[in-house]
């Protein structure tokens, strides 16, 4: 293990380059661990943003050598390339500064898709009893688990060619939730997330499912909705 | 377009695609099957002028494709060249009238 470790790193807005710096290489070390030494040791004035270190909040994503990661859970071993790293904001996001990218359109785009629960039930009503071996509560278990990292946004290209498309961390949590018995707001959602900006965008290139870091599969999430949608609309329901 | 069409559209899609895999195999091995021995333009045409099944096998072929290829376009379209709105629409009825058309005649040629 060579050591130091050779880092470019982005710098400034959307007009910004890449900066390098050298440093030290240690065992164990993660993508984050990097970043940190490179704030706290070498240049206080670089930007980015985590929290929780321990893949729990989903601030922590970034390009990592042209792949978005969560950077707290990846180790160098897994992504150096010839003792080099390059570290930069995550696609499809406006750059704020350096590493931090500006989350807004993300996460408006969660709302956009109806993403909120609003449920059938008062107060005075009892408990919701939902079998959690049903086939809709195992198909809503199955992505229940997003961090709202935006990973599978900046790894998408169909974000990248149609801005307006809701992404597939938006539309996954609209498939949790249509899935969801106790929700009262199914049709209004499965209209929020048809057509040119929803579900029927998605082009099943599968990125979102294989770069998502907790392991969810968006791409059926959306092949989930594609049907709902489809059977609501033969049914005369939207 | 209401999210509503396009879901509609997306219906049209997949059935369309669902037409053309039975087509497309039909139509594959018909050709290894009929030219395994050889034949001439003439032979052929001997054999498929006056086949109202064949006719309406093709039909539906050009359907398939009458509708399958103006709706990926859209989608190209929109993507590559920002093309969205009515003026993409209207541009791709007019694509599926020029296949329709053309894939119509070439049926009616050889079967009819």
């Known amino acids: 293990m060579a050591t130091h470790l050779k880092v470019s790193v982005w710098r400034g807005g959307k007009d910004g380059a890449f900066q390098s710096f050298e440093v030290p290489r240690e065992a164990s070390q993660t993508v984050l661990d990097v970043v940190t030494h490179i704030q706290r040791a070498l240049d206080p004035t670089l930007a980015y943003r985590f929290a929780c270190r321990v893949g729990m909040c989903g601030s922590c994503a970034m390009m990592v050598n042209g792949v978005p990661r969560w950077t707290c859970r990846t180790h160098v071993d897994k992504v150096v390339q010839k003792n080099e790293l390059t570290i930069g904001p995550l696609r499809n996001l406006p750059i704020i500064r350096d590493l931090v990218t500006d989350m807004r359109e993300f996460f408006d785009k969660w709302a956009r898709a109806k993403g909120e629960f609003r449920g059938h039930a008062t107060r005075q009503d009892d408990f919701a009893k939902v079998r959690p071996d049903s086939a809709p509560r195992v198909q809503a278990d199955a992505g229940i688990e997003c961090i709202g990292c935006a990973v599978c946004y900046a790894a998408c290209d169909v974000v990248a060619w149609n801005p307006e498309y809701l992404g597939p961390a938006a539309l996954n949590r609209a498939w949790t939730l249509v899935k969801d018995e106790r929700d009262r707001d199914r049709i209004e959602r499965l209209r929020a997330v048809a057509g040119d900006a929803g579900c029927h965008a998605c082009h099943s290139h599968v990125s979102c499912t294989e770069r998502c870091p907790k392991a969810l599969s968006p791409t059926a999430a959306i092949a989930g909705l594609k049907r709902e949608v489809a059977m609501a609309v033969l049914h005369g329901d939207l | ?112």
Do not use: K
């Open chain 2, 1 to 112: 377009m209401t999210f509503r069409g396009e879901a509609r559209l997306w219906i049209a899609q997949r059935a369309s695609a669902a037409l053309l895999a039975l087509c497309v195999a039909v139509h594959l091995v018909t050709i290894v099957y009929a030219v395994r021995s050889g034949l001439t333009a003439a032979e052929i045409l001997q054999r498929t002028r006056g086949s109202i099944a064949w006719f309406a096998f093709y039909s539906l072929f050009v359907l398939a494709v009458t509708v399958h290829a103006p709706i990926g376009l859209r989608s190209v379209l929109g993507e590559w060249l920002g093309w969205r709105g009515r003026s993409r629409d209207f541009a791709l009825l007019l694509f599926a009238a020029l296949l329709g058309w053309t894939g119509m005649r070439a049926v009616l040629g050889v079967f009819a």
